[in-house]
């Protein structure tokens, strides 16, 4: 009686071990993969209502409050879905792996490509401010130059004025050193420094011919969609400066044709920059004269046309522009000529933004 009795027993575990190795386990792992389809499909719903909701064509608060209703659905139905996924993989050594391997990889390429084409508004919006203040370091320069050769005098200009007219640039960049990104600290400080060599060099025509029209490169890494951003409006830019530039020779009006040579030749030496950065053994860049360089690095190739133009083109453009201004500013016989010419060149090099110009 005993025997059968623990005979009976011991049929009845083998029968409760078999069905926890057969029929269990499937059900087992179908109520497993319902754990995981549950949430995926409230991700799914969640990310359609999104997408309807920030792109619909006349948003109102009512969309705006969808938009936030589906968006944190969408945030914790996707936490949920990877809490779900972690749990069933967690019991599957292999899948595991495979699992991180996929998010090493989908780290690694969302890292590539935020290097390449993510954009820094601060390093966007910055950048055309410093180059405003080196237009003023420019123009002071060219009045240096002036007094110092006789060629292209403002009247009644002074190495005071020169002195003066550079520590007020000088105090201007000060009060945003600050908030100058740390990828444009050295583009940002260069420019400072050589503000300081003007300043010093007012002191005597002999300290003056020691200031160097020839700054070192300075290196600033930028994401070819930074690049863009920053080369996009520059063609309108450009363009702009010819009617400054018409109005002042229609009047003989150096000091106008002065910033219009300081703002070409700005912008024309930050594209100079981003051609050199492409160019191996280039020490410095020689301008007369030279007022800064930039090298603008991690950007394989710039070749875009759009409807600022393409890079090299528009550098081309640049060129004539600003030499031609400052032989005016100089007194140069053919520059009104050469400024002409210049416009003419650039219709024919990017007939897109020139055409009417």
């Given at each position: 009686m ?14 409760e071990?078999?069905?926890s190795?057969?029929k ?6 179908a109520?497993?993969?319902k ?18 909701a ?9 969309v705006?409050?969808?938009?936030i ?24 050594p ?12 989908t780290a ?12 820094d ?9 410093i180059?405003?203040?080196?237009v ?8 240096g ?6 060629k ?13 007219r550079?520590?007020?640039?000088l ?12 990828r ?9 420094s050589w503000g ?5 060099g007012?002191k ?7 200031v160097?029209?020839d ?5 600033v ?11 996009e ?11 400054f ?9 150096r000091e106008t ?19 050199i950065?492409?160019?191996?053994g ?6 007369i ?8 690095t991690?950007?394989?190739y ?5 409807r ?11 060129q ?20 002409r ?17």
């Open positions: 005993l025997n059968d009795k623990k005979k009976e027993e011991k049929g009845s575990k083998m029968s071990a078999l069905r190795l057969v269990p386990k499937g059900d087992e792992e109520a497993e993969k754990k995981l389809i549950k949430p995926f499909v409230f991700l799914i719903v969640a990310f359609v209502g999104f997408m309807l920030i792109t619909h064509p006349a948003p109102n608060d009512t705006y409050f969808f938009q209703l589906f968006g944190a659905a969408m945030f914790g139905s996707g936490l949920w879905f990877f809490i779900a996924v972690l749990e069933y993989i967690r019991k599957r292999k899948l595991a792996g495979l699992f991180l391997l996929f998010l090493a990889v690694f390429v969302y890292l590539y490509q935020s290097r390449k084409t993510g954009v508004e601060d390093v966007v919006m910055t950048v055309p401010i180059q405003d203040h080196l003023e370091l420019v123009v002071a320069k060219t009045i130059n002036g007094i110092s050769t006789g292209g005098i403002q009247p009644g200009a002074s190495w005071a004025d020169v002195a003066y550079v520590t007020k640039t105090e201007r960049m000060d009060a945003m050193s600050s908030d100058v990104p740390d444009l600290d050295e583009y940002f400080d260069i420019g400072k300081q060599q003007i300043v010093a007012t005597s025509r002999q300290v003056w011919a020691q160097s029209n700054l070192k490169i300075v290196s890494n930028l994401t070819e969609a930074e690049a863009e951003a920053l080369l409006p520059m063609a309108g830019k450009i363009a702009e400066l010819k009617a530039g018409d109005a002042a020779i229609a009047r003989g009006d044709m002065r910033y219009v040579f300081a703002r070409a030749f700005v912008m024309g030496s930050w594209l100079d920059g981003i051609q950065a492409r160019t191996d280039v020490d410095g860049l020689a301008f004269p030279s007022a800064h360089a930039v090298t603008v991690r950007v394989p710039i070749g875009w046309c759009k600022g133009g393409c890079r090299s083109q528009l550098r081309r453009v640049t004539g522009v600003y030499k031609s201004a400052y032989n005016y500013v100089a007194g140069e016989p053919e520059a009104t000529t050469e400024w010419d210049a416009w003419t060149n650039a219709a024919d090099i990017m007939p897109g933004p020139f055409a009417e110009a």
